[in-house]
């Protein structure tokens, strides 16, 4: 016998706990009301979606800047580093 495959494993609940609570809330709220409800909670969800994805924009952009910052000053520092053409004296003279 193949092994029974949960389709919904919300808070560990299965479809007949959940259909059980959506009838007693079309029952309690009444359909017109649920439908708004639904509506507005899709909105809310949508907009949260937009705002983390605002938010992780701006997170991956100050990254980004920070890590071509440092690059930046790595190439600064190595070109301050950098041995120029200076004479056997270390003169700077270059000859």
């Not at 969800?45 to 690059?71: G, H, Y």
């Amino acid at each position: 016998m193949p092994e029974r495959v949960e389709l919904v494993n919300l808070f560990n609940m299965g479809i007949l706990e959940l259909l059980v609570i959506l009838g007693l809330a079309v029952i309690i709220f009444g359909p017109d009301r649920m439908l708004r409800m639904a509506g507005s909670l899709r909105k809310t969800v949508s907009e949260a979606q937009r705002q983390a994805s605002e938010v992780t924009a701006s997170a991956i952009k100050q990254a980004n800047a920070s890590e071509k910052e440092a690059q930046g000053q790595q190439q600064g520092e190595r070109a301050e580093f950098t041995p120029e053409s200076k004479g056997p004296e270390g003169d700077g003279e270059g000859r």
